[in-house]
């Protein structure tokens, strides 16, 4: 590459050498996967708070498949849901500045957005409108689930570890959704 200097001198540099420019400070990039993970954690306590909150109103009475989970399993399996994926997101931002960088941590913010609507429309919908919370926050995973497969692959493309620390949530919201669905059904 070739780089004018002061006075119109011009020199040749390397692409490692603007790569390494490009490049985030190390506080910068400390800061930023503390971002993530606040952002992530602050999601998933939120989930908690609302679960916490029903399983001792509306959720403990209702009829649950018998592959319901522990309801003290909520809360550490969002946690460390929300941690990797806060992770894969900072790996994702590692990755040089690019239109497809912006839009796979766009869509990841979406997916977070939809994550954070789900724990109070099934929790809190449940208690307050009866059977039709659970249908209305079936709609609400499955369009999590969606936004959140479109995440991990848009991560693939940059950042295969990114990506790989997305499947356990990914998991999660999968059978987090039958558990939805079957409620909904068992509700009727």
Do not use: C
């Not at 309801?71 to 550490?76: C, E, H, L, V």
């Not at 724990?119 to 449940?126: I, K, R, S, T, V």
């Not at 620390?165 to 059904?185: D, Q």
Request: aromatic content about 10%; glycine content about 10%; charged content about 10%.
């Amino acid at each position: 590459m070739i780089e004018q200097g002061p006075r119109g001198a011009t020199r040749a540099t390397s692409a490692t050498a603007v790569r390494e420019e490009s490049r985030p400070t190390r506080a910068r990039s400390i800061a930023t996967l503390l971002t993530f993970l606040i952002i992530g954690a602050t999601v998933a306590l939120t989930g908690a708070l609302v679960a916490g909150h029903a399983v001792a109103g509306w959720y403990a009475s209702a009829d649950k498949p018998m592959w319901t989970p522990a309801d003290d399993a909520f809360a550490p399996v969002l946690g460390l849901s929300y941690g990797l994926m806060a992770v894969g997101a900072w790996l994702v931002w590692l990755t040089p500045e690019t239109e497809e960088r912006s839009a796979a941590l766009t869509v990841y913010v979406l997916q977070l957005a939809l994550g954070a609507i789900w724990a109070p429309a099934f929790f809190g919908l449940g208690g307050v409108v009866g059977a039709a919370g659970p249908w209305a926050s079936l709609v609400v995973i499955v369009l999590t689930a969606i936004v959140l497969l479109a995440t991990l692959f848009r991560f693939w493309e940059l950042s295969h570890g990114g990506a790989l620390l997305l499947i356990p949530a990914f998991v999660w919201v999968l059978y987090a959704m039958t558990l939805n669905a079957a409620i909904a059904v068992l509700a009727l």
